[in-house]
Nanobody, 125 residues
Framework: QVQLVESGGGSVQAGGSLRLSCVANVRTFTIYDVAWFRQGPGKEREFVAA???????TPVASFVQGRFAISRDYWKTVDLQIDSLTAEDTATYYC???????????????????WGQGTQVTVTS
């Protein structure tokens, strides 16, 4: 059973940065595509970014606009660097993983089998 644990969230002023981490309890995390999703207050869960097994394919949402960067360390961790935070980025951020052999990591939440509990990001003005 894959368990994912997110960390790095918190309260930050607009314009600031955060680095979120997702750590897995499996021996070989690199067989999984990994994605970050977020859900803001009163909003539906939305795709943020994903990274393929090799790290070579990293689809991102249109709202990212160069402010977010996803990376992995080929062991157990996938990070999401978020810069130039705005109030619209306030949300719970979730890490998700799946071991299907797709060419490109999915942007669809229900195609990911494993989820973490989420980490809260609050952006203040």
């Amino acid at each position: 059973q894959v368990q994912l644990v997110e960390s790095g969230g918190g309260s930050v002023q607009a314009g600031g940065s955060l680095r979120l981490s997702c750590v897995a309890n499996v021996r070989t995390f690199t067989i999984y595509d990994v994605a970050w999703f977020r859900q803001g207050p009163g909003k539906e869960r939305e795709f943020v970014a994903a990274i393929s097994r090799t790290g070579g394919i990293t689809p991102v949402a249109s709202f990212v606009q160069g402010r977010f960067a996803i990376s992995r360390d080929y062991w157990k961790t996938v990070d999401l660097q978020i810069d130039s935070l705005t109030a619209e980025d306030t949300a719970t951020y979730y890490c998700a993983a799946d071991d299907r052999a797709d060419t490109t990591p999915s942007r669809v939440a229900n195609e990911y089998a494993y989820w973490g509990q989420g980490t809260q990001v609050t952006v203040t003005s």
